[in-house]
């Protein structure tokens, strides 16, 4: 088992424990590495928290992420748990914050797949009739106070008897039963301000059916919930991790600050002299990322862009393809450009290895990366001066705040934060008044907007909305702030207009029912105009005269479904527009399309000049004259790359990104010479004789049934092919029920091998690359309850390997694999090479020598028999996303910054010592 996963070291019992308290066991466990008490612990607790993974996530994949990595997080911080009898209550907060999380998570992936559904995604699960509860159920759950909250975890979603309960909580029987029915009726009072009607009587018994539900119980924690731990389990459980410590860390002066005890007491962090002055006077919102849809053309030939400039090379590499310039270590989450049009911040949210770094519009350098302390920053924008950056944060142990950075060193100067945290809300809502003294967020259930005066450091006015706000705006003068976003209660879109002043609510703005959703706002700098991205089967901009309330002609924004930003140039003459994977320019009074940009972008701004564009793609920064639409950015990648191929005569390199941005390179010179659309974390697959490259897209023509979803609707796919040197598609597979996430060339180049993931069975297809059918399919199917986790083939292409992620006892789930011979898809026995390894690992063309990364970012070249180190390149400067080795033996390795480097073979040394 790899060290990555010891933490989840769950062997089958040693005895049974179920008679020793819950703090014994963790007793047990964090001092003595007692896997059989930690077992005992998850068959305890597990049912409550598959419950609270299942009721937040409408996926039961992502349910099994989450649930395995609330266990993950317990592993790893049993010693550090203070109130040991009360595991069963650290759990269930635990599980909520991280559903939550995996919850965003999913939204996000969502949002880059085009969806067969047209109704916006919603933060619940969209399950009909009692499904509806358990969401709610859990938000308000998870805001009552410990002494209400503990009795409903214990009695109702664990089924313990009252005086169980009042044992573990050290209470009085009487204190047990009388805080449980004041816990109840205080639910049933809020769900019924929801819509939920429920007495306090059917809430328990709800409550109680739940708990049985989820009871299916130990053998389903058994099954889905152990290691070693998948990459999305492990990235779950590091977030929120990382957001415990930090929590830790500041535990005191944000029990100061929450008490009242300091005046001034806003979580000052790394203050600088000048932090106990008068509070700076501190643009516009960030908007949202943009969906991924769209018809863009899948084969584009490299857009005339400026010069690549002259960074460095690291250290034995000889060429690179594309450039780092621009570039951010993740995909973009939130984007804002400074007043002056001079820099730009990128933040990524809450993905692993995320940051938040300062640009020079200019150049693309990277000015400065900000204080660290601060992690997961979901929104972030600039001071009217651009001398200040604020952030919201979505580090749920924190709670919800505003922080806020000096320009000039990157650190931390102030923190405010702001009441009634909902764990795990999303805080990707950030919007400043003009005057620099107010700010507005998004409030704790999303469904109202707090402002927040700078001075007073406070919550002064509070705006609340029918539902789930996405999208705010303030008006120039600062008077009148606007919302939208959807009632998913009622179903109904909805615009919400205020006077910021005094708060009063004015006429609703028009939006007929039916229309969508709004994704972002702007006004336009005079503030007569307020425009509305809508999200709906056909995305549009809606224009609405400020001061009356009129209606104007709907913009069409053609091949997307979700405008998801907006900006009006400083003459208000020019809107621009993003969504899917295009921006466009109209003129602002006529609505009539000047220029369409082939890029889709979050967070657009134009220059003070108005002569540029600038909008986060992907991970990338993007920049383009206004007047032509032409790049102002160094050509290349879109994000960290994961995935490089060679062709047979050496002459071309094929890289694709993690967003789904393909790239054929000349490997001579490094020039770029096609850009494709690919598809999001799908594979491609590159002929033996370089002549064909083929990937995956979504094709929402097939739709079929899937049961490991909630809707059970799911599009198909269909394979686009490219002739490389031509640089044009061959248009020959059809549809088909399926992914293929996995696939590759058989070695004749005659067949191509598709796999699905995530399911059962692989799925997998042979299809005749000369007719573009199927002449084969076999399931290669796992145990029952299990799910494919990756396909890879072996190095001659003869034997494909397909990893599961299988039940097993207690909290562990190993990772089997199965053999299956593509020929005749007959499974075979044994088991896997190195070359199944979970590393990035490439083979040389005579499949006599591999490369391997490591953790420091070196790359290993191994004898591929023995696996012994031959030796070594230490030039990069981090670990490698992808590799490849060309025909010639050139090693080409992927970087985080989007770029492709090829190194010089002398570079490689011996290696340090004995492997």
């Known amino acids: 088992m790899k060290a990555g996963s010891r933490d989840l070291l769950m062997l089958l019992g040693a005895g049974t424990l179920g008679e020793l308290s819950d703090g014994r066991l963790l007793e047990r466990f964090a001092c003595h590495r007692e896997e059989a008490a930690f077992e005992a612990l998850v068959g305890r607790h597990g049912p409550m928290v598959w419950g609270v993974c299942r009721r937040t996530l ?95 975890i214990l009695c109702d979603l664990e089924g313990k008897a009252h005086h169980e309960a009042a044992r573990l909580l050290g209470w009085p029987v009487g204190t047990v039963s009388g805080r449980l029915s004041r816990a109840r009726a205080i639910l049933a009072g809020r769900l019924a301000r929801r819509g939920v009607a429920l007495s306090a009587g059917t809430l328990a018994a709800s409550l109680a059916d739940d708990a049985a539900a989820a009871g299916l119980a130990t053998s389903f924690a058994a099954r889905s919930a152990a290691g070693p731990a998948s990459p999305s389990v492990a990235a779950l459980a590091a977030g929120v991790l990382r957001a415990m410590l930090v929590s830790k860390l500041r535990a005191v002066v944000a029990a100061a600050s929450i008490l009242g005890f300091v005046a001034g007491a806003t979580v000052l962090v790394h203050r600088s002299a000048a932090g106990d002055a008068a509070f700076p006077a501190i643009g516009p919102p960030p908007a949202r990322r943009p969906d991924g849809t769209g ?34 270590t993740t995909t973009i989450a939130s984007f804002a450009a400074s007043p002056d049009g001079k820099t730009a911040v990128a933040a990524s949210g809450t993905l692993a290895h995320g940051t938040v770094r300062a640009y020079d519009l200019t150049t693309g350098r990277v000015r400065s990366a900000f204080d660290r302390s601060v992690t997961d920053v979901e929104a972030v924008a600039f001071s009217p001066d651009g001398k200040t950056l604020a952030a919201t944060t979505a580090a749920v142990a924190i709670g919800p705040s505003v922080s806020f950075y000096d320009m000039a060193d990157g650190k931390e100067s102030a923190r405010i934060p702001y009441p009634a945290a909902l764990s795990g809300s999303s805080r990707d809502l950030l919007v400043f008044a003009p005057d620099g003294n107010h ?80 994704r972002c706002v702007a006004y336009s700098p005079d503030g007569a105009t307020v425009a509305f991205g809508v999200e709906a089967r056909n995305g549009f901009v809606k224009r609405i005269a400020a001061a009356t309330g009129e209606e104007r002609p709907d913009v069409p924004f053609p091949g997307a479904s979700s405008v998801r930003s907006l900006a009006f140039s400083p003459d208000g003459k020019t809107l621009a527009a993003s969504g899917g994977s295009s921006t466009r320019l109209f003129d602002a009074a006529t609505g009539e399309e000047r220029l369409a940009i082939d890029r889709g972008a979050i967070g657009l701004r134009f220059a003070p000049d108005g002569t540029t564009l600038a909008g986060a793609v992907a991970g990338a920064i993007g920049r383009w004259d206004v007047a032509t639409g032409r790049s102002l950015v160094p050509e290349g990648g879109d994000g960290p790359v994961a995935q490089i191929a060679v062709t047979a005569d050496g002459l071309r390199v094929v890289s694709r990104g993690e967003e789904g941005d393909g790239h054929v390179w000349d490997a001579r010179t490094g020039e770029r010479q096609h850009r494709l659309v690919m598809s999001w974390r799908r594979g491609f697959a590159l002929s033996p004789d370089g002549r064909f490259l083929v990937w995956p897209m979504t094709d929402e023509t097939v739709v079929f049934h899937d049961a490991g979803r909630t809707n059970g609707a799911r599009a198909g796919s269909r394979l686009r092919m490219l002739d490389v040197a031509a640089g044009t598609l061959v248009d020959r597979f059809g549809g088909f029920e399926g992914e293929a996430q996995d696939l590759f060339f058989t070695a004749d180049g005659k067949a191509l091998v598709t796999a699905d993931r995530y399911r059962r069975d692989a799925g997998v297809r042979i299809w005749d690359v000369a007719t573009g059918r199927v002449v084969r399919s076999f399931p290669a199917a796992g145990e029952p309850g299990a799910r494919v986790w990756r396909s890879r083939p072996s190095p001659d292409g003869k034997v494909l390997a397909v990893a599961y992620q299988m039940p097993a006892g207690g909290l562990e789930m190993r990772q089997a694999v199965k053999l299956w011979e593509v020929a005749s898809g007959r499974e075979l026995p044994g088991e896997p090479g190195r070359w199944f390894d979970d590393d990035e690992t490439a083979y040389a063309p005579d499949g006599k020598t591999a490369a391997t990364t490591t953790a420091d970012g070196a790359i290993q070249l191994r004898d591929a028999a023995t696996w012994r180190v031959l030796g070594e390149i230490r030039g990069p400067r981090e670990r490698a996303t992808a590799l490849a080795v060309g025909p010639d033996g050139r090693l080409f390795s992927g970087t985080r910054d989007a770029t492709v480097l090829a190194w010089d073979p002398r570079s490689v040394r011996p290696p340090d010592g004995p492997d």
């Not at 649930?67 to 599980?95: D, N, S």
């Not at 960074?311 to 570039?327: I, V, Y």
């Not at 705006?473 to 600062?478: E, H, I, Q, R, V």
Request: proline share 9%; glycine share 8%.
């Open 295 to 328: 018809g863009a053309t899948p084969v584009q030939p490299a857009p005339v862009a400026a010069p690549a400039p002259d960074d460095p090379l690291p250290a034995g590499a000889t060429l690179r393809f594309g450039s780092p310039r621009f570039r951010h």
């Open 58 to 152: 409408r996926d039961a994949h992502d349910a099994e992420d989450a649930f395995q990595a609330t266990f993950l997080v317990l592993a790893r911080k049993a010693a550090a748990i203070a109130h040991r009898e009360r595991v069963a209550g650290w759990l269930y907060a635990v599980a909520y914050k991280t559903a939550r999380r995996a919850e965003a998570t999913a939204c996000r992936r969502r949002a880059r797949e085009r969806q067969v559904a047209v109704m916006p995604e919603r933060e619940s699960r969209t399950d009909e009739g009692r499904d509806e509860l358990g969401p709610v159920l859990d938000r308000e759950l998870s805001r009552l106070p410990e002494k209400y909250r503990m009795p409903i």
């Open 439 to 518: 700010v507005v967020v998004k409030a704790d259930d999303g469904k109202a907007l707090h402002l927040i005066d700078l001075a007073r450091r406070e919550v002064v006015r509070t705006f609340p909305a029918p539902g789930a706000v996405f999208a705010a705006a303030l008006s120039p003068d600062g008077g009148h702030l606007v919302a939208g976003g959807f009632d998913y209660e009622k179903g109904d879109p909805f615009i919400r207009r205020w006077e910021v002043a005094t708060g009063r609510e004015l006429a609703p703005l028009p939006l007929p029912k039916g229309q969508g959703t709004v």
